[in-house]
């Protein structure tokens, strides 16, 4: 099924992916409702920032942006945007992000992870949607060390609340695509980094942190990996599934399922770079793109953290035809460039 010319509706419009994937659906032409609850649980300055530079850059573009401050767990102001705004299209890009913040603050993870995305998933219900996507987290691999990560794998062993939260989302929109048809994509994303990025994250706190000569903290003594994944090759993917909808497996094998499909409308993709960087080569390049050497305070693991994430994305290339094409170098460079400007060093 083909999606023509569609209102889009972004939930975490003013969040770090949400506000970069609003822009490439305006400038290809989409009709855009960002919705946002603009929390204080980073810098709501920025998140403020990301909205005026939307609104800035869609004046030059033929997609109509509106922007709402509304909770997904305000169900009757939910309710009120779907019937008024009427969205072909419903990216879920908002949740309470953070995997330490979740072993401190476990009720604003189910307040919004999981009573929020229920909300939604009513909305998309009764108002019909075409295609729903939303974001997953590479954190549902948990204590799985059998890497690269492929959606074969099983994901029932989380190593914290966020993680479950996630997990819990894919099994919730998987009931609600088997039920009422809804097309659902769950999207596992890998580490996302660059431009705009979020200040709780490591890039962005290294960074700083380098350039005002204080201590970074370095977990489980350097010993880790990530699949960094460079912001633009995040949004060109989610921008991809939004124009082909979940199909059901016509190959789906009920005594030996699959996780990764189903008999349902609703499909799970990793979405990565596939090339895991050893954490102590991100920090080598951050030196060198900022031109100041870091200060280390190597530290034990930390709880809820894995030890390395590596993304198996075969899967979603088949789908969309699309692999992330911005090297680690070169992202490192971007997102510095941009750091500096920003933050005016």
């Not at 530079?53 to 922007?67: A, M, P, T, V």
């Not at 962005?204 to 990996?225: D, R, V």
């Not at 034990?300 to 290339?317: F, I």
């Amino acid at each position: 099924m083909k999606i023509k010319d569609p209102n889009v509706l972004i939930t975490g419009a003013a969040g770090f992916i949400g506000s970069q994937l609003a822009l490439k659906f305006l400038q290809n032409g989409n009709n855009v409702m960002g919705i946002d609850n603009l929390n204080d649980y980073y810098s709501v300055e920025l998140k403020k920032t990301r909205l005026s530079n939307i609104l800035e850059k869609s004046k030059n573009y033929s997609g109509k942006w509106n922007f709402k401050k509304v909770s997904l767990e305000n169900y009757s102001d939910l309710k009120i945007i779907f019937s008024k705004f009427v969205p072909d299209i419903v990216v879920n890009l908002a949740a309470q992000a953070g995997v330490r913040y979740s072993i401190e603050n476990p009720f604003s993870y189910i307040q919004s992870n999981i009573v929020g995305f229920t909300n939604l998933l009513e909305c998309c219900r009764k108002y019909e949607v075409s295609n729903l996507v939303y974001a997953s987290s590479s954190s549902v691999y948990g204590g799985n060390k059998n890497l690269p990560y492929n959606e074969k794998q099983g994901v029932n062993h989380p190593v914290s609340l966020y993680a479950a939260t996630k997990k819990s989302n894919e099994l919730i929109a998987h009931s609600y695509s088997h039920l009422y048809k809804i097309p659902a994509i769950g999207l596992r994303y890998f580490t996302v980094y660059g431009p705009w990025g979020r200040p709780d994250m490591a890039p962005m706190i290294f960074a700083k942190s380098i350039l005002e000569s204080k201590k970074i903290s370095i977990f489980n003594y350097g010993k880790m990996q990530r699949d960094f994944t460079y912001i633009e090759d995040i949004v060109e993917g989610t921008f991809r599934c939004c124009f082909k909808p979940a199909k059901p497996s016509t190959k789906f094998d009920h005594l030996s399922p699959n996780p990764a499909v189903s008999f349902a409308p609703h499909m799970l993709f990793n979405i990565g770079n596939s090339k895991p960087i050893e954490l102590m080569y991100f920090i080598e390049l951050l030196e060198k793109s900022l031109g100041a050497r870091a200060i280390k305070d190597f530290q034990p693991l930390q709880p809820g953290d894995v030890l390395s994430t590596a993304a198996d994305t075969k899967s979603l290339e088949n789908w969309i035809q699309f692999t992330p094409k911005t090297s680690i170098e070169s992202g490192v460079d971007k997102f510095i460039k941009w750091f500096k400007f920003y933050y005016k060093y």
